[in-house]
């Protein structure tokens, strides 16, 4: 295919500014926000604040002021919490999907530019190359070898071949080739914006784990129901009034359920995937934050995620020696050695600069570093020839490119085919893997042999190697590939992260294990996986794998293909491990999906990687994908520890209302009582268990077994425990102050019941980390309601609205110390008893 000579310059900045105001941002409309009356009213509509409206009713008929305001105040509250609630989810998901916008590459006055795709707009030209997604509808000027994978339209799974005046659209991704067009539609009046007009007003799904405990709040639901259906039964056989023992029902029902979990699930991911997104961690799928604290093994590319990502060809081969080129970075500026001048590096120079897709970006204001548009490889190269005395821009002038065969990840090279000046031939120049150039059928001049011998010797010392190979196309010849002359090797090193070993090392405490995936040959990727602490071995080939042999036998690969990734990631998935991999090829898509948390680079990969992925990296640093793992740890398990609150004080209650009648309490707690413990005990302090902190030796534990029940791993026993001595500890309190001649001992149950339970939040804090003494939202929650709980004692209009007595401070201090006991024996039993074991020293774990 032929590249077209004539182009558009593309818009100037000022131009596309005013495109912008006219035309609007290149986005989708998000539905609007519901109206406040809609959020009220879906909080209304809730079976237990439904239960609570029901007892108003009933309550007013009954002219029982006492019990109505207590009802209507914790309607008011709950809902009010719950709003709130919601409102900061969609806050902090709208902040994530800003953050996990696309990008685009623009040419605006005349610089190659990367924008964000919101501000493409109509007569923009954007660059495309593979594994990008279509910003918008564009019409194609330039197309080398273009492929779109057009299926998010038409459906359609084939990939369609693109031509110069074809046109693409939004949401297609590249697969193959690159090309250019000028932007025709954007936004809502895209091919794909007047689809997903009909979709905006979708909801989203609720996670897999919202569902699971959506399940569970309808089974406690029907339980909570029965048991206080008993109670009522058993008050109306005591001779006690039927309206009376129906509010008691209904509140001790709207107690034993927490209520409030949905939103505190809801309100924990969406701040948990925020938190990440501060640790360089962008969450796009919600589920991924339940998932990433049950990860067993990551797999791992080599290039930017164990290495700094930083290219740098630091040496380079030709038929008259070995020469070492010193700079910095993608910094032009730089030297190549006394041979510099010799004409076999200048042909390889020249070489790597003409059969090359990249650009250099200058520093800006902003940004005070050299950065590569494009392959990092490739920009490696364009420095490399700047410091050897090359210009690619006037190489480009001067050998226009006519035709090329753009590299791909099956054929591990790239050719291009050049005018030269005043000859009427060609030039071919040919680049890729050593094993791949380097053959008689492709390279028959040249010292094959010894270019070999460099290459593995290059490979052993940690390098990337680039064999680059040439030849003269006579005029009308077939525009072949091979028969080429070796023109050289060029060495590039990619530093190994200052950080990896100690994250691999992190996560083999963890029990997570690490696999090193990359296209690189073997040597080199054995070299990193020393480096960095992994156990070599015999490390296992792409060609390894077509040959039968079992990827879960080791953990370092090398010269993979992408397709294979999915042989890997499946093979260690069928052995019941929960596969992270990390990826940002345009084919390197379906194994992102495959993986139960696809990670894709957010510095350097496609735009078809992230948007496939679960998680992208800011920073494209393996050490965020730990602290996203360290992160969805804490979330599952702040969950479980407001599961063990919440249901224990639910229990109690229930256990209390049972069983204090047989000790001769008629009535332990009256409706009133027990809504005031309810909505103290189940509103912040529930909301702050789920923003606690991570425990400081959550990553010295395995990973939780993807199998493992909600309430599993020994949480109902806790919760059956914890409920049963709450619910002892109260019946207590009250017996003995019933036998003091007749005392308060309804007063005595409310606040031993309420204490206790706020007692218990303060016993399941997370350990401070060394030097932690700020106080934390859990401390401030459980004070204000130990406030509230006790103030309608010592306040008198509060005291008439529940029914309670007076206490002296002797009783106070009794109370107390029976509330503590609780709480006392779940820090004796943390403190005293194992807890769960911390993670073995080997990696990768052994199955789940």
């Known amino acids: 295919m ?46 237990m604040i439904l239960l609570l409206i029901a007892a108003a009713v009933l309550t007013t008929g009954l002219h029982d002021l006492t019990d109505l305001t207590v009802i209507l105040v914790v309607v008011v509250l709950n809902t009010t919490v719950g709003v709130v609630q919601e409102i900061r989810a969609e806050h902090a998901l709208a902040a994530l999907n800003r953050l996990a916008a696309p990008h685009a590459t623009v040419r605006r006055g005349d610089r190659t530019t990367v924008i964000p795709a919101g501000d493409v707009v109509p007569d923009d030209v954007v660059l495309l190359q593979a594994g990008d997604v279509v910003p918008a509808d564009l019409q194609l000027f330039d197309a080398v070898r273009l492929q779109a994978d057009e299926s998010a339209l038409t459906g359609e799974a084939v990939p369609v071949e693109k031509e110069p005046a074809d046109e693409l659209y939004a949401g297609t991704v590249v697969t193959r080739g690159r090309g250019a067009g000028v932007v025709t539609r954007t936004g809502t009046q895209s091919a794909l914006g007047k689809i997903a007009v009909l ?127 010193a700079g910095s970075g993608y910094d032009p500026a730089g030297t190549l050695g006394p041979d510099a001048g010799a004409a076999p590096v200048r042909r390889l120079l020249r070489d790597v600069a003409l059969c090359n897709d990249a650009a250099l970006r200058p520093p800006t204001a902003d940004d005070p570093v050299w950065r590569p548009i494009g392959d990092p490889t490739e920009a490696a ?37 050049h005018e030269q000046p005043g000859r009427d031939d060609l030039l071919v120049i040919g680049k890729g893997a050593p094993e791949v150039l380097l ?49 050289g090797l060029v060495a590039i090193t990619d530093p190994v992260r200052h950080n990896a070993a100690d994250v691999v090392a992190s996560f083999d405490r963890a029990g997570v294990g690490v696999l090193l995936i990359t296209g690189d040959a073997p040597g080199t990727a054995q070299a990193v996986a020393e480096r960095i602490g992994l ?53 390197d898509a379906p194994a992102l999906r495959r993986a139960d948390i696809g990670v894709a680079m957010g510095g350097g990969g496609t735009e078809v990687a992230r948007q496939a992925a679960d998680l992208v990296l800011t920073d494209d640093d393996l050490g965020t994908v730990e602290a996203a793992i360290e992160e969805g740890r804490r979330i599952y398990t702040n969950i479980r520890t407001f599961l063990r609150y919440a249901l224990s004080g639910g229990l109690a209650e229930i256990l209390v209302m049972l069983i204090g009648p047989l000790l001769g309490f008629a009535v332990p707690l009256l409706p009133g009582q027990i809504l005031w413990i ?15 902190p991570a425990d400081p030796e959550a990553m010295q534990r395995p990973p939780r077994s993807p199998q493992e029940q909600i309430l599993g791993a020994g949480l109902w026993q806790r919760i059956a425990a914890t409920g049963s001595l709450i619910g002892a500890v109260t019946l207590i309190a009250a017996a003995v102050w019933a036998g003091h001649a007749g005392g ?26 060394p030097g932690g003494h700020r106080l934390r939202f859990l401390d401030g929650a459980v004070a204000g309601a130990l406030t509230l709980q006790t103030l309608p004692v010592l306040v008198e209009p509060l005291r008439s609205l529940l029914g309670l007595q007076p206490l002296t401070l002797l009783q106070f201090v009794v109370a107390l110390a029976f509330a503590m006991v609780p709480g006392l024996a779940i820090v004796a039993h943390r403190r005293w008893l194992p807890g769960r074991p911390t993670a073995p020293p080997t990696s990768p774990p052994a199955a789940p």
């Open 199 to 325: 979709l905006s007003n979708q909801r989203p799904r609720a996670t897999p784990l919202q569902r699971r405990l959506a399940a569970l709040s309808r089974v406690l639901s029907i339980a909570a129901v029965v048991l206080s259906a008993i109670v009522a039964v058993a008050g109306l056989i005591r001779g006690l009034p039927l309206p009376s023992m129906v509010v008691t029902a209904v509140s001790l029902t709207v107690a034993a359920v927490p209520e409030s979990l949905p939103a505190v699930v809801t309100l924990a991911l969406a701040i948990g995937a925020r938190r990440m997104a501060q640790r360089a961690a962008v969450v796009r799928k919600l589920p991924a934050v339940e998932t990433l604290g049950a990860v067993t093994v990551v797999a791992t590319d080599k290039t930017g995620t164990l290495t700094e990502g930083i290219m740098q060809a630091g040496r380079l081969w030709t038929e008259c020696g070995t020469a070492a080129a």
């Open 535 to 587: 156990p070599a071995g015999d490390v296992i080939t792409g060609a390894d794998i077509d040959r039968g042999t079992d990827p879960t036998t080791g953990q370092v690969f090398a010269r993979i293909r992408p397709e294979q990734k999915l042989d890997i990631v499946g093979a260690w998935q069928e052995h019941g491990h929960v596969v992270a991999m990390t990826g940002d090829g345009v084919n």
């Open 678 to 692: 309810n909505m103290l005990t189940h509103g912040l302090p529930g909301v702050a268990i789920g923003a606690e």
């Open 381 to 417: 190269l364009l420095a490399l020839a700047h410091r050897g005395g090359v210009d690619p821009d006037e190489l480009g002038t001067a050998c226009p490119r006519v035709y090329e065969l753009p590299f791909d990840s099956t054929r591990k090279r790239m050719t291009t085919f």
């Open 744 to 769: 308060p001992w309804q007063t005595m149950t409310y606040l031993v019941l309420g204490l206790s339970q706020l007692g218990v939040a303060l016993a399941l804090r997370r350990p401070r980390s």
């Open 2 to 47: 032929t590249v077209q000579v004539t182009t558009p310059r593309g818009l100037s900045t000022q131009q596309a500014a005013l495109a912008l105001v006219e035309h609007g941002p290149n986005t989708i409309p998000a539905p609007k926000p519901p109206a406040p009356w809609r959020r009220v009213l879906v909080q209304l509509r809730d079976p």
């Open 439 to 487: 053959t008689p059928e492709v390279t028959p001049y040249g010292d094959i042999v010894q270019a070999k011998a460099v290459a593995a010797e290059l490979s052993a010392a940690g390098f990337r190697v680039l064999a680059v190979a040439d030849k003269a196309l006579a005029p009308g010849a077939p525009r072949t590939e091979n028969e080429l002359h070796v023109a």
